[in-house]
């Protein structure tokens, strides 16, 4: 059965500092994959896609980045946190042909 | 561009009691629409799904019939539980190459003994 993992569970930054939230998606190959965003208090805003390896689409203009180096793995990144990047980001993924996207368990993200 | 409405919480009832929690869309074609649930702290589970019109989705008791006529898609359940607590969100899909979803903001359900 396909599973999705992400890691860290739970992150604490000061501003300024890098990050890397990582994904993996088992059990499946080609799938799309997506990063997301849920502020406190907010609905989930899509920041970045991946229909294969090394292709990125990004959805709003921000602070991130993302990189796909292998086909089931799914990188979130950023150089210089901000305090506005605190959130929740979730990892997503979708089989190829399938309308149907499965979540991670989530990342909490701090920036102090 | 593609938008989900969803009614204001939070939400709060009675063991026991019925719930809808309503949601409408805005999309040009014929998206398939899903109910996720977020239970405290945890990711986003799809709760069920329909992907053409008068199509009902169910799952755990809870109810939606894609109504393409109002372009609505209201989650029900009829007798909900202590367990059901938890952030409810409607989003929509439309078939393509990235298939991306767009949410609604999210209702916070909250039952009491």
């Known amino acids: 059965s396909q599973t999705i993992h992400q890691w860290p569970a739970t992150l604490v930054q000061p501003v300024g500092s890098p990050l890397s939230l990582e994904c993996t998606v088992e059990g499946t190959s080609n799938p799309n994959l997506y990063w997301y965003r849920q502020a406190a208090g907010r609905g989930l805003q899509l920041l970045f896609y991946s229909v294969g390896i090394g292709q990125i689409s990004s959805e709003v203009p921000q602070n991130l980045s993302a990189s796909r180096p292998q086909d089931r793995q799914f990188i979130l990144s950023s150089k210089k946190l901000l305090l506005s990047d605190s959130g929740f980001y979730l990892c997503a993924w979708r089989p190829g042909g399938g309308n149907t996207i499965y979540f991670g368990e989530g990342s909490w993200l701090t920036v102090v | 561009g593609d938008s989900v409405t969803q009614m204001e919480g939070p939400v709060t009832l009675s063991e026991e009691a019925f719930l809808t929690i309503n949601c409408t869309y805005t999309a040009t074609g014929y998206p398939s629409l899903f109910w996720y649930v977020q239970y405290p702290g945890e990711g986003l589970q799809l709760l069920l799904k329909?992907?053409?019109?008068?199509d009902k989705g169910s799952n755990k008791g809870f109810e939606a019939t894609y109504r393409k006529e109002t372009t609505s898609f209201h989650l029900e359940k009829g007798s909900v539980q202590v367990s059901d607590s938890a952030v409810y969100f409607c989003a929509l899909s439309k078939t393509g190459t990235a298939s991306k979803l767009t949410f609604g903001t999210g209702t916070r359900l909250q039952v009491t003994l």
């Open positions: 329909a992907t053409k019109a008068d």
